[in-house]
């Protein structure tokens, strides 16, 4: 089984099959029928067409996956029962003259008892449902495990004492001088993004209250500079309870967080694990 890419020369029409058959250029939409071809369902799983196939031997259009899972059990289309037996079906349809032909595999001579009719119809889309649920439900476990990685090397880092190294603000870097609190508050797309950054961020510390955290600092991010002492000593009350405060010393890991903070929002990222990919780390700026 293969995908061939039909080469046909621009002078000729393209037939599918010597039969009485439509063309791929009688088939193909004008630019005033894409809208409601967009619109148009596959009869095997009644959704929209995903990579619109047409059976050549009757020109009826169904979804690649669907018409290839109903090929295995049958080579009779769904729709007006006209054999495609030892044929080819024609998908990834870009122009008159782009698309690919998908050989069908001889189908089995003796073939097992399979289900006919509305039972065969429903066995293919609930085979489809599984199968896009299954792609979510991996999806979502990649993301969590994605997620989980993420969180691991940012606890990594601030165990280890590493901060995000500084980059000048210019048009090559595309960093930004840090907003002023009163530019951060009326700049929705800033808060997005230091919204979505602090909820995975105060991940780095069990047993906090996420939701809470972001919103506070949000709110401390909207009235005075992040990096200020007044800040970094609210922002301790969560995050350096652990660590006995000295009179004069530091609060080790709320001057971390607010650095981080500080050199995340100046970037011009907003995919996180794109920022991850880039930032550079290194010791402490203010005791090297």
């Known amino acids: 089984m293969g995908s061939i890419r039909a080469a046909s020369p621009p002078s000729k029409r393209i037939k599918l099959e010597s039969s009485p058959s439509p063309?791929?250029?009688?088939?193909s939409p004008?630019?005033?029928?894409?809208?409601?071809?967009?619109?148009?369902?596959?009869?095997?799983c009644l959704q929209s067409l995903v990579?619109?196939?047409?059976?050549?031997?009757?020109?009826?259009?169904?979804?690649?996956?669907?018409?290839?899972l109903w090929s295995e059990q049958s080579r009779k289309c769904p729709l007006c029962s006209r054999s495609f037996e030892s044929s080819y079906l024609i998908h990834h349809i870009?122009?008159?003259?782009?698309?690919?032909?998908?050989y069908l595999l001889p189908s089995r001579s003796s073939p097992q008892l399979l289900p006919t009719g509305e039972s065969r119809v429903r066995a293919l889309r609930n085979t489809r449902r599984e199968r896009q649920w299954g792609r979510r439900e991996r999806r979502r476990r990649d993301e969590v495990e994605q997620l989980d990685?993420?969180?691991?090397?940012?606890?990594?880092?601030?165990?280890?004492?590493?901060?995000a190294k500084h980059v000048a603000s210019n048009s090559f870097t595309r960093y930004r001088p840090f907003p002023s609190p009163t530019v951060f508050a009326a700049s929705p797309d800033l808060i997005s993004r230091m919204t979505a950054f602090l909820r995975r961020e105060l991940r780095v510390w069990p047993d906090l209250d996420v939701?809470?955290?972001?919103?506070?600092?949000?709110?401390?991010?909207?009235?005075?500079?992040?990096?200020?002492?007044?800040?970094?000593k609210l922002l301790a009350e969560f995050l350096d309870l652990d660590v006995p405060y000295v009179e004069g010393g530091r609060h080790v890991d709320a001057?971390?967080?607010?650095?981080?903070?500080?050199?995340?929002?100046?970037?011009?990222?907003?995919?996180?694990?794109?920022?991850d990919a880039v930032v550079q780390v290194g010791g402490n700026p203010s005791i090297l």
């Open 23 to 27: 063309s791929i250029q009688e088939r």
């Open 30 to 44: 004008a630019p005033s029928d894409v809208a409601s071809l967009e619109q148009e369902h596959c009869s095997i």
């Open 51 to 68: 990579d619109r196939t047409i059976i050549p031997t009757c020109a009826h259009e169904f979804c690649f996956e669907c018409i290839l």
């Open 255 to 275: 001057e971390h967080f607010a650095h981080e903070i500080y050199c995340y929002l100046r970037s011009p990222y907003r995919d996180l694990n794109v920022y």
């Open 211 to 232: 939701e809470f955290l972001t919103t506070f600092t949000i709110s401390l991010m909207k009235s005075i500079d992040i990096r200020s002492e007044s800040a970094v």
């Open 94 to 102: 870009r122009s008159q003259y782009d698309y690919q032909k998908h």
């Open 149 to 163: 990685r993420a969180i691991a090397r940012r606890r990594w880092v601030y165990r280890h004492d590493l901060y």
